[in-house]
């Protein structure tokens, strides 16, 4: 009922100066082409530089220390493949990998993925998406064409250099990754986080908004929150939402016109309350290639879902009650439980879901998170207790014996 109140614009906490476009990172073409010699073949490494000073310039305001820290997880980034792996037969390495985060996300989440492809020798690629790692406001005019748009320059900058082509995104970075492969014969494969292949069709009503949004500026916003994260929107726009449901709806369309046939490797939970599980079941169902895996997280590890490969198919118990983790989640997948900000100890704590209807409960949620438990936002895990949303997955290790057996399987 709350996200229906907020998606037709109900009364929210008043906007901020973060809740307007900074006018430096709405579109894609323009941010390249723009007093640069090269526009659409800019080298990658000129891309990060560019990316780095523009999101310094976004949060001048924000004192030296964070700002290192802003820039450095919110910037897109490159990584050489570690040293004793083969080089390619006709370009400088064999593989690599374009990494793709999630919507109001930031290349941060790419990280610990980033690493290991860099150890297993894959040349890494990591973009920011437009609309991302400045602020939130910059999510209300971009497009779901921008996003498409930066996908395909990583991949053009990454084909240069690598024999082999693979792309990975986490959540709208997973739809995107796949709409990319649909249209570039280069992809050789497929890593997928959470994939967002279909969302609740609640989305496709956010658009309302525009009848009634010039006279309630508010009404633009699902949720108007205070943004403490620094790596991750805590706002959210009704026509990001928008948007995804246009990428969606429009990747599906693709993928009935089209068989998949590479390698794709899924790792996704059944307890998530962004996307929907059953059409990322069903898209793998269809996913032709003997060597596709998906990791599936569940609070019920023995039931297997009907008419899906077995030997496709892992599953992982994702109740861990020694750790008082009642479920996985959506966010809970791309990160370790050691990373030092989303980790079991870290220091930021997702308390968004009581903001702002019960400010008791946000606060015990912030001030005290070794008291909370934590799992997706769920009716019957609320019922528990003090519950934090879940922003790590504490079988990140297993996850990575899974993708290493997938690789080795590749042709």
Not at 9 to 38: D, M, W
Not at 330 to 339: E, G, K, M
Request: charged letters at 20%.
């Amino acid at each position: 009922m709350r996200r229906l109140r907020s998606i037709l614009g109900a009364v929210t906490p008043p906007l901020e100066a973060r809740h307007q476009p900074s006018g430096l990172n709405s579109r894609f073409s323009e941010k390249l082409l723009a007093g640069h010699p090269n526009g659409d073949h800019l080298a990658f490494a000129d891309y990060v530089a560019l990316n780095r000073d523009m999101i310094r310039q976004a949060h001048l305001k924000t004192d030296a220390a964070s700002l290192e820290k802003i820039v450095d997880g919110n910037s897109p980034f490159e990584l050489k493949p570690a040293a004793g792996y083969p080089s390619g037969h006709q370009k400088t390495y064999r593989r690599g990998v374009l990494l793709t985060h999630g919507l109001t996300d930031s290349p941060y989440f790419m990280r610990y993925l980033a690493a290991f492809f860099q150890e297993n020798g894959f040349r890494v690629m990591a973009v920011l998406l437009p609309g991302h790692g400045t602020q939130p406001g910059d999510l209300l005019e971009v497009t779901r064409q921008e996003w498409a748009k930066t996908v395909a320059y990583g991949a053009d900058r990454l084909a240069e250099e690598v024999d082999e082509v693979y792309l990975a995104g986490y959540s709208i970075g997973g739809a995107l990754s796949v709409y990319q492969s649909l249209r570039d014969s280069r992809v050789r494969g497929l890593f997928l986080f959470s994939p967002a292949i279909r969302i609740t069709r609640m989305a496709a009503l956010a658009n309302l908004h525009k009848l009634y949004s010039w006279l309630i500026p508010s009404a633009k916003w699902v949720e108007i929150m205070p943004d403490r994260d620094i790596y991750k929107y805590e706002s959210f726009t009704k026509h990001a939402a928008a948007q995804t449901h246009a990428l969606t709806r429009e990747l599906g369309a693709r993928l009935r016109q089209h068989e998949l046939n590479i390698p794709v490797f899924t790792a996704a939970s059944e307890d998530d309350a962004k996307v929907n599980t059953s059409a990322v079941l069903e898209f793998m169902a269809r996913a032709r290639h003997p060597s596709s895996k998906l990791v599936l997280y569940t609070t019920n590890p023995k039931k297997y879902p009907p008419g899906f490969p077995a030997e496709q198919l892992e599953l992982v118990n994702s109740a861990v009650p020694e750790q008082k983790i009642l479920s996985s989640a959506h966010t809970a997948i791309v990160l370790p439980a050691d990373d030092m900000h989303y980790g079991a100890r870290g220091e930021y704590s997702n308390c968004m879901h009581y903001y702002p209807d019960d400010m008791e409960k946000y606060d015990a949620c912030i001030n005290n998170p070794a008291a909370d438990f934590q799992g997706e936002i769920t009716g019957e895990n609320l019922k528990v207790g003090i519950l934090r949303r879940l922003m790590y997955n504490p079988n990140f290790a297993a996850l990575k014996v899974s993708m290493k057996r997938f690789i080795d399987d590749l042709p």
